[in-house]
């Protein structure tokens, strides 16, 4: 049980957090959004991953985050709606269309669009490299997510666009993979993916929130948010990260 000096702290420290809160909500709603005027999206742009990842947990009951394999060439945060394109296998091909379809689901992607790849058994396959990246860049998406490989990093690190993968690896996709889908669900590193779901990533990884449970869960993950930030300074001032969980029932 706290003191009363500990009482009078926690009342301050927690009187603080709310004000805390309400000017961090004030910020968001008041903050001019990105370009495309989606503050929904521009909400997830500030929403850490880790909040947005236990928010799905509770509302939703499963898992929707990717998991260790997938890293980025570069620390970086974004959110944008899935475009999905799925290669398959097909060795050998001489086709020179074979992978047509896939570029022209990157020249039709809107800007926000987060490019997401399956590329089947790809793991030292590059599913994208500089080129595709310069497109997406050019067309204002907001990442890359490949479940494969990626190549060309120190030109996508040049450029600052932002890919996660599950390997660097310096091998083509031509003569080996065929188009097989886009715009369809899919399966990103064991992530269901569906076109138009948002997708966002930071320094903890990846997570796919379904547009249907996107509002929900943002709000949650906000408050979410609002709570963790408000803990350091309780814990740092009290030294108890006991009494930090109890005061504001977040860990």
């Known amino acids: 049980m706290l003191n009363w000096n500990g ?3 926690a009342r301050k420290l927690s009187t603080l957090a709310g004000v805390s809160c309400i000017c961090a909500v004030a910020w968001v709603i008041a903050s001019p959004a990105h370009a495309s005027g989606d503050a929904l999206l521009d909400g997830f742009r500030h ?3 880790a909040s947005v990842s236990d928010a799905l947990e509770q509302l939703a009951g499963k898992r929707m985050y990717m998991s260790h394999r997938m890293q980025p060439i570069f620390t970086t ?18 086709d020179p269309a074979a992978l047509n379809g896939m570029l022209a689901a990157i020249d039709n992607g809107p800007a926000d669009s987060v490019y997401v790849m399956s590329v089947e058994n790809g793991s030292d396959i590059a599913g994208m490299g500089g080129l595709m990246g310069t497109a997406m ?3 204002d998406y907001a990442g890359a997510v490949i479940d494969g490989g990626v ?8 450029i600052g666009f932002p890919v996660y993968a599950t390997g660097i690896v310096p091998s083509t996709s031509v003569h080996h993979y065929r188009f097989d889908t886009s715009q369809k669900a899919l399966v990103c590193d064991g992530v269901t993916v569906n076109a138009g779901d948002i997708v966002t990533a930071d320094s903890d990884g990846v997570v796919v929130v379904p547009r249907e449970k996107a509002a929900e869960v943002l709000a949650l993950a906000q408050q979410m948010d609002f709570k963790e930030h408000s803990m350091y300074a309780y814990i740092e001032k009290l030294k108890s990260l006991q009494q930090a969980v109890k005061q504001f029932g977040r860990l």
Request: hydrophobic share 35%; charged share 35%.
């Open 7 to 9: 009482t009078k702290i």
């Open 47 to 49: 929403a850490e991953v």
């Open 77 to 94: 945060k974004f959110a944008g709606y899935a475009v999905t394109v799925q290669l398959k296998k097909d060795e050998g091909n001489n």
């Open 137 to 139: 860049m050019s067309r």
């Open 151 to 158: 190549r060309d990093v120190a030109y996508l690190r040049k």
